[in-house]
């Protein structure tokens, strides 16, 4: 027995389907055969009539002979090997027959009436009335100018081709139930190459879902029961890889939160001992209050990713003159980046790079970016940020040549808590926020990098077209859209 299930709709589908197609194709070769022949028998003895009756009407004259004489000449010419033939008059009685045996009764089987109403032959197919042997009845009209109606009746038994055609169906419905035998062990063994990975795979997934991700779907299955296997597969990879990046993410943000609370904590601790000397006081303010900072800009970046995950993050957009946003970037990590003497150079190619956006967020992206670059950088190295015009576009690459990405490393770079090296501090938030916020900003985000030769940042922005802030939304415009230019480190030099 096949259990429940797909496995049992399958064979149960393809037998019954093949079963009813056989039944049909049966029924019509049999329909087809039988009147083969019956046709074969009644051709052969209405082309003998064809042949023999006017011959036969001619060579015998009624008038010369009596009754009797004239119907025992006809019977003799018209007769037939293998089939009775009887001569009946125009009511149907017989009035001679080879076999010499003529009953009472007239005949009263269909053939007659037609053969007289068509004046023509018919065929009759049933049981002898005296014998019950199945029988062929051909009768035709013999009419002699005017006179007498005369039927001839051949009646021939078909017990032969009936046990034949009974052969023919028997052989046949052996062969169907030979096919309906094939097609049950090949439908069986189908349903079993499906059921059987599919059971597989259930057993993996229910191991899955109670936590277990090293367990996988083994076997080489094919079509969309291999891709249904990798694809389980391929989820538990990922759940294993996300939950090692929230275990790596949990253990480095403690610690990014143990560095500045140990050192607020050391330093609380040292003022409250009563040590007063006012520089070492100042000093210990200083730490603590650049501490507390570092603590606030982690919470806020938890935030923001946080806000950006649930779509809440709201942007008060306007126009923004990039070049202007990039120099107000610069002037930022300016202490940042002479500690390392990094210098940081703005490469545009035209004047005006106005693109809508938040002025707050899009300087996030490039303070997240340019701060990268400034942290992977080599000492007395140069960071290029280049803004160039790219058809409708405004792009701006931030090209470092500092430590560089692996090929590897490089496709996970912009995932969510994702560090190349744990150990150097950070969330590994920030690219996952800058992309999000760049994708709010309908723009793309685009890092290429070589090991050991450096990286570059590219954002893409749509340009804001003149006039195009007139159909725009009202929003603040960036703070650096006006007023007065800042000076770049650079220029100042
Ligand atoms: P984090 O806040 O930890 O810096 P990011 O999402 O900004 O996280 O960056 C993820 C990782 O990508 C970093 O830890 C670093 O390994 C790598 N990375 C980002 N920018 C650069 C760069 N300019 N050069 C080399 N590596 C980089």
Redesign the pocket.
Known sequence: MIKKGIGRQIVLHYFIVIFLALMLVEVVFLFAIRAYYYDTIYNTISSHIDATVRSALISTNAADYSEMEYLSQLLGLLKLPEAELQILDGKGDVRISSSGFASDKPVQTSDIPQALASGGTAKWIGRQATTGEPVMAVTTTLQQGGGQVYLARFVTSIEKVNQRLTEITLVSMSIIAGILIIVLIVSIGLANSIVRPINNIIAVSAQMAKGRFDVRVEGDYRYELGEMGSTLNYMAEEIVRSNQIKDDFIS?ISHELRTPLTSIKGWSETLDSGGYDPDETRIGMGIIAKETERLIGLVE?LLDFSKLQQNEMKLTMGRIELKDLLKEIVLNVWAKAELKQVKLRIDSEGEAFPVYGDANRLKQVFL??V???I???HENSVIVLHLVHEDGWVRTA?Q?S????DAE?LKR??D?F?????Q???????????QQLVELHEGELD?T?ELGV??T?SVKLPLLEDGAMSVLPEGETAASAGGEEPKTPEEQN
């Open positions: 480095s970046e997240n970016i701060d990268n670059a942290k992977f950088s931030v470092d500092g430590i560089g990405i490393n770079v912009k969510r994702f560090q190349v090296n744990t150097g501090g950070g969330t590994g938030l920030g690219l996952a926020i800058t890092i990098s450096g990286t940042v």
